[in-house]
C-alpha cells in the first residue's frame, strides 16, 4: 500500500487559511469516507483533528475543517495561530482493510 | 484521565524480537478498535497493526505481516505487539492509539524500538 500524498510544506501568515491536500487512489480515499487528520507539533504524539472526512473531535477549534472530492482529501485550517504550527499527516482506510498514511506536511505560520 | 502508556521498548539486534505493551486506564478498553503506528526517526506516521474490541480480528501493514502480532487482554487493559525477526528499518517510535476501525482519538507517548548490532 503506498503512502497518500501530501506537500512536504505549507506556510502562511497568522489570520490567514491554508489548504492542506492529500491525494490517494480508488482503493482508498476514493472509496471509502474513512479519511482523518492529525496535528504533531515537534517532540510529541499525534492528534487526532479531523475523522470520517469532516468530522471534528470534541475540543478542537472550528477552524479546522475536512472535505473530499474524489481521491484528494483536504484540510483547511482558518484564521492561522501561531500554535498551529505542527506536523500534519493525513490517513484513509483502504480497500485492503487497512490504514494508510500521508507523507506529512510541515506547516509553517510566518 | 483517559491515558495510554506504552513500554517494552528498546535495543535489539537484527533478528531478534521484543514485546512491546500499551497499559490503558481511564477508558473501558475493551469497547475500543486499538492501534499500533511507528515513526522511523525524522520520518512519518506508519501505520502498523489493529485489533478490535474483542480481539477477534487483527490487521497488518504488508511491512509486517507474519513477523508481528498483535494481541490484547482485556482483563488486564493491556495492548500487546510482539515483534519478531527485526530489521534495522523497524527502528522507530513505536505509539499505541484507541479508536475505532480508521482512526486513532487517544494516542500514548511512545517507546523507542532500535534494532541495531
Known amino acids: 500500500q503506498s503512502a497518500l500524498t501530501q506537500p512536504p510544506s505549507v506556510s502562511g501568515s497568522p489570520g490567514q487559511s491554508v489548504t492542506i491536500s492529500c491525494t490517494g487512489t480508488?482503493?482508498?480515499?476514493?472509496?471509502?469516507?474513512?479519511v482523518s487528520w492529525y496535528q504533531q507539533p515537534p517532540g510529541t504524539a499525534p492528534k487526532l483533528m479531523i475523522f470520517?472526512?469532516?468530522n471534528r473531535p470534541s475540543g478542537v477549534p472550528d477552524r479546522f475543517s475536512g472535505s473530499k472530492s474524489g481521491n484528494t482529501a483536504s484540510l483547511t485550517i482558518s484564521g492561522l495561530q501561531a500554535e498551529d504550527e505542527a506536523d500534519y499527516y493525513c490517513s484513509s482506510y483502504t480497500s485492503s482493510n487497512t490504514l494508510v498514511f500521508g507523507g506529512g506536511t510541515k506547516l509553517t505560520v510566518l | 484521565e483517559v491515558q495510554l502508556v506504552e513500554s517494552g521498548g528498546g535495543l535489539v539486534q537484527p533478528g531478534g524480537s521484543l514485546r512491546l505493551s500499551c497499559a490503558a486506564s481511564?477508558?473501558?478498553?475493551?469497547?475500543?478498535?486499538m492501534h499500533w503506528v511507528r515513526q522511523a526517526p525524522g520520518k512519518g506516521l506508519v501505520w502498523v497493526s489493529r485489533?478490535?474490541?474483542?480481539?477477534?480480528?487483527?490487521y497488518y501493514a504488508d511491512s509486517v505481516k507474519g513477523r508481528f502480532t498483535i494481541s490484547r487482554d482485556n482483563a488486564k487493559n493491556t495492548l500487546y505487539l510482539q515483534m519478531n525477526s527485526l530489521r534495522a528499518e523497524d527502528t522507530a517510535v513505536f505509539y499505541c492509539?484507541?479508536?475505532?476501525?480508521?482512526?486513532?482519538?487517544?494516542w500514548g507517548k511512545g517507546t523507542t524500538v532500535t534494532v541495531s548490532s
Open positions: 480508488s482503493s482508498d480515499i476514493g472509496s471509502y469516507n474513512r
Open positions: 485489533i478490535n474490541s474483542d480481539g477477534s480480528s487483527t
Open positions: 470520517e472526512v469532516s
Open positions: 481511564g477508558f473501558t478498553f475493551s469497547s475500543y478498535w
Open positions: 492509539a484507541r479508536g475505532a476501525k480508521a482512526y486513532m482519538d487517544v
